[in-house]
């Protein structure tokens, strides 16, 4: 069974631009979740797909948005971005919502310069 | 606000050293303790889920346990291959999981 994927594995950005991110869960798996890790801030939750639609959101700015297709698979968009958003993104599906027994994708790491 | 903190930072073991990681937590309406294991390069990887204060998991060398505002992670004869990061988040009434800053865990042959 395939894990989660996710693509682009590393990418370089300058500030002002913007990026998408895309993640393709295991298959069967309807809830999509989206983390930022940074050395400083650790985990961090930014938002929960299920079924195409956004079932919760972190403190995160509007700059971040996502979107989920109806095969399950899901895009992170991060918008004008700024230096501190170089981060490692992880995408985590899971079978259920609401953050149970996530499977966690090997991420995309993210630079800005 | 949910908060989490883990200790210690970082962990060295000489093979088959037993030890344990603590996790305490503030959350607001518990709905489950996951630990998490990540490999340097990798996302995490599920390990156990927690849900009542008393309950024990085990898998192979690690056992979790829970009380009402900590769980522990023991590590019984570690070997090199445990060497990671380990990772606890709680999983509040926001349903969303809240990560501690982890233990790295070396375990030196």
């Known amino acids: 069974k395939a894990g989660v994927t996710q693509t682009p594995r590393y990418l370089i950005k300058t500030r002002g631009q913007q990026v998408t991110l895309s993640c393709s869960p295991i298959?069967?798996?309807?809830?999509v979740s989206w983390y930022q890790q940074t050395p400083g801030q650790g985990l961090q939750f930014l938002f929960e797909?299920?079924?195409?639609?956004?079932?919760n959101k972190g403190n995160f700015p509007g700059r971040f948005s996502g979107r989920q297709f109806s095969n399950s698979r899901s895009e992170m968009n991060v918008s004008t971005l700024e230096l501190g958003d170089s981060a490692l993104y992880l995408c985590?599906?899971?079978?259920?919502?609401?953050?149970?027994?996530?499977?966690f994708g090997s991420g995309t790491q993210l630079s800005v310069l | 606000e949910d908060q989490v903190t883990q200790s210690p930072e970082a962990l060295r073991l000489q093979e088959g050293e037993s030890s344990s990681l603590n996790c305490s937590y503030t959350?607001?309406?518990?709905?489950?303790l996951f630990w998490y294991r990540q490999d340097p390069g990798k996302g995490p990887e599920f390990l156990f889920t927690?849900?009542?204060a008393g309950e024990e998991k085990e898998k192979e060398r690690l056992k979790a346990t829970l009380t009402k505002k900590e769980s522990f992670l023991h590590i019984t004869a570690p070997k090199p291959e445990d060497s990671a990061t380990y990772l606890c988040?709680?999983?509040?009434?926001?349903?969303?999981?809240?990560f501690g800053s982890g233990t790295q865990l070396t375990v030196l042959p």
């Open positions: 985590a599906s899971s079978l259920l919502e609401g953050a149970e027994k996530l499977f």
């Open positions: 298959s069967g798996h309807r809830s």
């Open positions: 797909y299920f079924s195409e639609t956004q079932r």
């Open positions: 959350v607001s309406g518990l709905r489950g």
């Open positions: 927690l849900y009542s």
């Open positions: 988040a709680p999983r509040g009434s926001a349903r969303q999981l809240t």
